[in-house]
């Protein structure tokens, strides 16, 4: 019994690391098709990636708001994230910049 418990934890414990890990990447991917999609429609890449650490992520979240106001077709979820990718300076951000 104690083998069994044993065992469907540790597949618990896989399952849920594998879960979180995979959507961390593909929040990350989005991040990286949302800039070159949404944020690019305007604006050149240097002129974000010259802001990437300069802001807060309030601040982020102000201008994306800003951005969809102004007509950029963007999601709650996809504002959400690309806040958080802009402000933690995610790695597909980085490259994005590069």
């Known amino acids: 019994?104690?083998?069994?418990?044993?065992?469907?934890?540790?597949?618990?414990?896989?399952?849920?690391?594998?879960?979180?890990?995979?959507?961390?990447?593909?929040?990350?991917?989005?991040?990286?098709?949302i800039l070159n999609t949404k944020c690019t429609m305007c604006h050149n890449l240097g002129r974000i990636c010259r802001k990437i650490g300069k802001k807060s992520k309030s601040h982020w979240r102000k201008t994306i708001k800003r951005m969809v106001k102004h007509g950029?077709?963007?999601?709650?979820?996809?504002?959400?994230?690309?806040?958080?990718?802009?402000?933690?300076?995610s790695e597909s951000v980085r490259n994005a910049c590069e």
């Open 72 to 89: 950029v077709p963007m999601s709650k979820d996809e504002q959400k994230e690309l806040a958080s990718c802009l402000y933690n300076e």
């Open 1 to 33: 019994m104690k083998k069994k418990c044993s065992v469907y934890l540790a597949a618990l414990f896989f399952f849920t690391w594998a879960t979180i890990s995979f959507a961390t990447c593909s929040a990350a991917d989005n991040c990286d098709l």
